[in-house]
């Protein structure tokens, strides 16, 4: 069962504001997914498998090792879960 109230409505739209902010798309995804564990971690949202699943693929994309620079196929990567993880908010 999704969650309800303003706590949920406000982080899932934080997310997408986040998702669709002006800069690179990999920082923009790192704030955002930073975002969604503060929601998890404060109640706001309940973290699914599916979720889950698709903040680790997310967290996988990004990684980079020191003084790497993280290019197209992360920031595509980046691109296309967060549109999975927009739509399976409603879900949370």
Known sequence: MPST???ADAARAAFREEMEAKGHVVE??????DGLEAAFASGAL???PAL??????LAL???QDDG????????EAARFILRAISRELDNA
Do not use: F, H, I, Y
Not at 52 to 57: F, K, P, R, T, V
Not at 68 to 75: H, N, T
């Open 5 to 7: 109230g303003p706590a």
């Open 52 to 57: 889950d699943g698709m903040l680790s693929d």
């Open 46 to 48: 309940v973290k699914t």
């Open 28 to 33: 923009n995804a790192r704030a955002a997914a």
């Open 61 to 63: 994309a990004l990684e």
């Open 68 to 75: 790497q620079k993280l290019g197209g196929k992360s920031a």
